[in-house]
């Protein structure tokens, strides 16, 4: 077995719960616009799902209107992070191995912007060594593209890598990847 060099963490549903502040972030944007939706709708239809996606699966279609959709829910986000709940035991873990010479990643289908504010809410912005969002690869999870761009970034190979997901999508990518990963419920 080749030394561990590399963490990937997926960031919603893994390292922090964003559950609850995506939910109420997204039925008020929704909202705004007459669209209706309940938390457990979301939560079991939705969560974890593309924006982009998600905002034509609830029938909007229109690029201008998704993207107008997408900034207002970035902007209502923080209003309910007191809803977010860090992955203490996976972060004190990555954390000790970080001391240890391991690099530790973001890689998220999530904006970079939610991630971003979420992480400076938390104040774990000095733990991380890199992000990669799901605006950056042409092809997102269940694709292996994001994870293989960290691994290549970093120079390691996924022999030295270890991937941390919740998500069927994300374990499916983890696995085409090549790495060995861990399935985190929250």
């Not at 919603?12 to 964003?18: E, I, K, Q, R």
């Not at 939705?46 to 902007?75: L, P, S």
């Not at 990669?132 to 994870?147: L, M, R, T």
Request: hydrophobic fraction near 45%; charge should be negative.
């Amino acid at each position: 077995m080749a030394q561990l060099k590399l963490i990937l963490l997926d960031f919603d549903g893994t390292l922090v719960d964003t559950r609850y502040a995506n939910a109420a972030a997204y039925i008020e944007t929704l909202a705004e616009v007459g669209i209706a939706i309940t938390e457990e709708e979301y939560l079991a239809r939705f969560f974890g799902v593309r924006c982009m996606e998600f905002m034509r699966m609830v029938g909007i279609t229109d690029e201008e209107d998704i993207k107008r959709m997408r900034q207002r829910k970035v902007e209502l986000y923080p209003k309910y992070f007191d809803s977010v709940v860090l992955n203490k035991p996976l972060w004190d873990w990555c954390m000790m191995m970080r001391r240890m010479g391991c690099k530790v990643w973001i890689v998220s289908t999530g904006h970079i912007d939610n991630i971003s504010h979420v992480m400076q809410y938390l104040k774990l912005e000095d733990g991380i060594d890199g992000i990669i969002s799901g605006d950056e690869v042409a092809h997102a999870k269940p694709a292996p593209d994001a994870f293989l761009m960290a691994m290549e970034r970093e120079g390691v190979t996924p022999d030295e890598t270890i991937i941390f997901e919740d998500s069927d999508v994300g374990i499916e990518a983890a696995q085409r990847s090549g790495a060995p990963y861990v399935r985190i419920k929250l």
